[in-house]
């Protein structure tokens, strides 16, 4: 089953504009992460927030957490081309060990 | 970082016949393995979850006896597709966790079942 959902689903923007992915999920989590991967590649992990964590920043990458509305952002500055890639949280349940997965959001930076 | 590949990384194969993919953590014990399968445009599907030594754990709607998994060593899970269907044709993930809370992927299979 799926924990997360993304939004939007696909997002297309120019190169050196922000792209802003939204994450919610359902229970309650012990942290929460952010992959890429890039189209039919395997997954490249982001950025890890844990549950009493607000904000994390890595790079061009911020990360937000807000547990009591259950959601997660992620804000990437000054895209490039190279930002092309499929976005997707994936939660740990606090009873268990496997990330799920969201839907994702697919991005598309065009030069 | 940890490092898990998985063996092959493109497997075609006839409708009927089994294929096997591994799943290696090469530079730390992976207590627990994780099994993902993706469709095309779609997200990571927890398939199952395997501990080392014991049985693996499904989730809801993964049939046991045709994904057979297996997690016999401390850096070794395979995964074995069998009787395998178009249907089954997907890309599947294994991922791997030791001490940390950290899972680390692999790079995936692509199965193409004809």
């Known amino acids: 089953s799926q924990q997360g959902e993304e939004d939007p689903q696909a997002l297309s923007i120019q190169e050196g504009e922000n792209a802003t992915m939204n994450c919610s999920y359902k229970t309650s989590i012990n942290n929460l992460q952010w992959y890429r991967q890039n189209s039919g590649r395997g997954l490249v992990h982001l950025i890890l927030?844990?549950?009493?964590?607000r904000e994390k920043h890595s790079g061009r990458l911020r990360v937000t957490l807000d547990t009591s509305k259950k959601s997660s952002s992620l804000l990437i500055t000054a895209s490039r081309a190279a930002d092309t890639a499929s976005y997707f949280c994936?939660?740990?349940?606090?009873?268990?060990?496997?990330?799920?997965f969201g839907k994702g959001t697919t991005l598309s930076v065009s030069s | 970082g940890a490092v898990v590949s998985q063996h092959p990384s493109w497997v075609i194969c006839k409708s009927g016949t089994s294929v096997k993919i591994e799943c290696r953590s090469l530079?730390?014990?992976?207590?627990?393995m994780f099994w993902y399968r993706q469709f095309p445009k779609q997200s990571l599907m927890l398939m199952a979850t395997s501990n080392e030594g014991s049985k693996a754990t499904y989730e809801q709607g993964v049939e046991k006896d045709k994904f057979l998994i297996n997690h016999a060593s401390l850096t070794l899970s395979t995964l074995t597709v069998t009787s395998a269907h178009p249907e089954d044709s997907s890309f599947y993930i294994c991922?791997?966790?030791?001490?940390?809370?950290?899972?680390?992927f692999g790079p995936g299979t692509r199965l193409l079942v004809l």
């Open positions: 927030i844990r549950s009493n964590e």
């Open positions: 530079d730390f014990q992976a207590t627990t």
């Open positions: 994936a939660t740990v349940y606090q009873a268990g060990t496997a990330l799920i």
């Open positions: 991922s791997a966790r030791g001490v940390q809370e950290t899972q680390y």
